[in-house]
């Protein structure tokens, strides 16, 4: 078995909570053959060759500390990891479209480049209406706050990003809507999310990682900081992990076959109260914290159940 994990530049991750480098200290344990690159070192000829230019691990601590530069058809590998963060920007496009050329190699992608580009995080789960808050996707402030007034409270987000970046609270009596409007949709060009504010969120944000279909048995909470709207770690949220509830594993049960059928078999899924706000598919995070906090060993469980 020969991995190979597609990442953001590894001198800016966090090594003691990365889930990708959690996965490949996993792939290192159990003597299987892991490489790292980034999105620019991946290219095809005329004959569609893919060639990696990688890195070979052999240690990896606070850092990766040994490492070999490598250069391999695709075909060398056995699995193949796309874990790098948004934004989806062209980069991230172009990569799904020279992935997508090795459908007749034997090469497992998680998740399957098509399906990342065509199932965008935030618009995914609009096929599923009844495990939803009330949400429409515009770049019309008039439809905007039409929306708004008929909601009470919102959150605005961006459909490309991650970690709450670009996410706004906005109720009608904000002063600063216009301009928040004009802002977030570049002067009624650019399309957004916008959902009714779930007041649960007080109590967490809870990631889910599905794994083939199959939940891990705990969820990542995470809670918001004081006098913060956004759960994300990354904006000073606190995760706590917990055991999925039973609603957790209807909203898992009712959207697995169209995971399968995707081959969306590495997500995570986001869930407020009770409804589900987000389908996170190119690098879902917060295995490390899951566990650390309970006896679930999730980095063996994912590589196994790729193996």
């Known amino acids: 078995m020969k991995c190979l994990f597609i990442i953001d530049n590894p001198n800016k991750l966090s090594f003691y909570k990365d889930t990708s480098i959690a996965l490949m200290k996993e792939c290192l344990k159990q003597n299987i053959e892991v490489h790292y690159s980034e999105i620019h070192s991946i290219s095809i000829d005329t004959n569609s060759n893919i060639i990696v230019d990688s890195y070979k691990i052999s240690a990896i601590d606070s850092s990766i500390i040994k490492k070999n530069n490598a250069k391999n058809k695709i075909q060398y590998f056995t699995k193949i990891y796309i874990r790098k963060d948004p934004p989806f920007d062209k980069n991230y496009l ?21 399906a990342i580009r065509n199932q965008n995080e935030k618009l995914s789960i609009l096929q599923f209406k009844s495990l939803i808050p009330p949400t429409i996707i515009s770049a019309k402030s008039k439809e905007i706050i039409h929306f708004i007034k008929k909601q009470g409270k919102v959150i605005l987000k961006p459909l490309d990003d991650m970690a709450g970046n670009g996410i706004f609270f906005l109720t009608p009596q904000d002063k600063n809507i216009n301009v928040i409007l004009e ?61 999925l509830t039973s609603i957790d594993k209807k909203i898992v049960q009712k959207i697995k076959k169209y995971l399968i059928e995707n081959q969306l078999n590495f997500v995570g899924l986001d869930i407020i109260g009770n409804f589900l706000t987000e389908i996170n598919i190119t690098s879902p995070t917060g295995i490390v914290e899951i566990e650390e906090q309970t006896n679930f060993k999730t980095a063996e469980f994912i590589i196994n159940a790729f193996k």
Not at 95 to 111: G, K, Q, S
Not at 201 to 216: E, H, L
């Open 94 to 114: 172009n990569l799904t479209f020279i992935l997508e050329r090795t459908r007749n190699l034997n090469v497992e992608i998680i998740n399957n480049p098509t």
């Open 183 to 243: 802002t977030s949709t570049n002067n009624n060009s650019t399309v957004v999310m916008i959902q009714k504010y779930i007041p649960e969120i007080k109590n967490g944000d809870k990631r889910i990682i599905v794994i083939k279909g199959k939940a891990i048995p705990y969820s990542l909470v995470r809670i918001p900081s004081k006098g913060e709207i956004r759960a994300n770690l990354a904006k000073g949220g606190n995760g706590k992990a917990q055991k």
